[in-house]
């Protein structure tokens, strides 16, 4: 009866989280969590991301490399970014990620093919002041897909991520850390 009763307890919480711990780690200025064999940006405790993030398409933790999945839910919301690069690693982007963004003026998207995209990820923004960067041959795509389509879509050549290196755990939130590499 008390294992029942942890379980009705615990799942709720685990499916609430994701699967992600809320703790998270940060590496060059952006936070992250470990889901399952990928890595997931989450929202940064305290200080909001500002200026241009570059996401990586891998980062080390604890001497593993894993792969950056996903833009967690809320990651980047009311936050103060310009411009986001995502890698082609990336396979979805939650709830509200990028919401109240209102001073985002660029994505660039590495993917080739869209991926899932909640439909609040833009809210509470002016979609038409974004200009979405897409791989060269991939507009169609993404002037097909919802969420995506409300943004002004230009096909570029794909910028470089490259993998962040092993190094010590940074500390959760450091005072004077910027989301800039």
Same mark, same amino acid.
């Given at each position: 009866?008390?294992?029942?009763?942890?379980?009705?307890?615990?799942?709720?919480?685990?499916?609430?989280?994701?699967?992600?711990?809320?703790?998270?780690?940060?590496?060059?200025?952006? $936070?992250?969590? +470990?889901?399952?064999? =990928?890595? /997931? *940006? #989450?929202? $940064?405790?305290? +200080?909001?991301?500002? =200026?241009? /993030? *570059? #996401?990586?398409?891998?980062?080390?933790?604890?001497?593993?490399?894993?792969?950056?999945?996903?833009?967690?839910?809320?990651?980047?919301?009311?936050?103060?970014?310009?411009?986001?690069?995502?890698?082609?690693?990336?396979?979805?982007?939650?709830?509200?990620?990028?919401?109240?963004?209102?001073?985002?003026?660029?994505?660039?998207?590495?993917?080739?093919?869209?991926?899932?995209?909640?439909?609040?990820?833009?809210?509470?923004?002016?979609?038409?002041?974004?200009?979405?960067?897409?791989?060269?041959?991939?507009?169609?795509?993404?002037?097909?897909?919802?969420?995506?389509?409300?943004?002004?879509?230009?096909?570029?050549?794909?910028?470089?991520?490259?993998?962040?290196?092993?190094?010590?755990?940074?500390?959760?939130?450091?005072?004077?850390?910027?989301?800039?590499?």
């Amino acid at each position: 009866m008390k294992t029942r009763q942890v379980l009705m307890l615990v799942l709720p919480l685990l499916v609430l989280l994701g699967g992600c711990s809320p703790d998270g780690f940060v590496r060059r200025g952006v $936070r992250y969590c +470990i889901d399952g064999d =990928g890595a /997931v *940006v #989450i929202a $940064r405790r305290g +200080i909001p991301y500002r =200026g241009e /993030v *570059v #996401i990586p398409d891998s980062i080390t933790y604890n001497f593993k490399v894993y792969a950056v999945k996903g833009i967690g839910d809320e990651a980047f919301a009311h936050s103060r970014v310009t411009a986001v690069t995502l890698p082609a690693t990336i396979e979805q982007v939650g709830v509200r990620a990028f919401a109240g963004c209102t001073q985002l003026r660029a994505l660039h998207c590495q993917m080739s093919d869209p991926v899932e995209v909640d439909s609040t990820a833009f809210k509470e923004l002016n979609p038409e002041l974004i200009t979405l960067y897409v791989p060269m041959g991939s507009g169609t795509a993404y002037e097909n897909t919802p969420c995506w389509r409300q943004l002004h879509i230009d096909e570029e050549g794909t910028p470089t991520a490259t993998t962040l290196p092993d190094g010590p755990d940074e500390p959760d939130e450091p005072s004077d850390s910027t989301a800039q590499p």
